[in-house]
């Protein structure tokens, strides 16, 4: 036991730091392996950005109504779809909801720096974000159809819709899709404008990125032909 001791003693007077430094990098790479098993794998992810927040009630009826024109992307025998939610009014319909508070008796609390912070959020997500599928209030649009982030929809799917709103987008309720679905997706309010990001530079030469562009352009492309059978 004695020499046990002795030499546990002796080696750790001569590589105690070795030690540490090995035993730092198994636990970030058990911890990382862990993660990276256990994080979910997503068909399909969609981004909303708008005045409205949902219930979750609301968000179960809007995911299902999703399902029908999102594809098994991975080939796991499930259909996990990724929702991104970012909450943005616009001047005008912060004033709206403020009124509309007021009738009802009640106070409408909004937080400037969280709106600015979402603002950023959003920026980086029309920039660099997962979602390129997008499901946009009017006022989000406006606020970023002029800056060459969305791709044509002529480029996308070959052709250039009847019922497109521009080059760009079509509001959700001329697509058949929309009036079918319609309960499911009234929560995101009135007006709601689908387009697809375009992928930035770095994404056009990455092959996954490129591979779940197309998976999105496929999903715009069952939204706008979607036909009631």
Known sequence: MKKLRKWLENYW???KWRTIIIAFFAVVIT???VQMLQKKSYDAYILYSGPKVFTS???????????????????????????????????QELEE????????????????????????QLGMEMMTGNSYLCFLSEYIYEEYKD??????????LGYHPENAEDAYSI???????????????????ENVIVCIRQPNV????????MDEYQNNVQILKKIIEFKVQ
């Open 13 to 15: 007077y001569h590589y």
């Open 31 to 33: 911890v990382c392996t």
């Open 57 to 91: 009630e609301q968000e179960t009826a809007l995911t299902n109504a999703l399902r029908y024109v999102v594809s098994d992307y991975d080939d796991n025998g499930e259909t996990n779809l990724c929702l991104t939610k970012l909450i943005l009014m616009s001047e």
């Open 97 to 120: 909801a403020k009124e509309q508070a007021k009738e009802e008796g009640s106070t409408l609390a909004y937080n400037y720096d969280t709106r600015q912070r979402t603002k950023e």
């Open 147 to 156: 800056h060459d982030r969305f791709a044509p929809l002529a480029d996308v």
């Open 171 to 189: 509001y959700l309720a001329n697509t058949e899709y929309g009036t079918y679905f319609s309960d499911a997706f009234s929560c995101m309010g």
């Open 202 to 209: 770095v994404d056009q030469y990455a092959k996954d990125a």
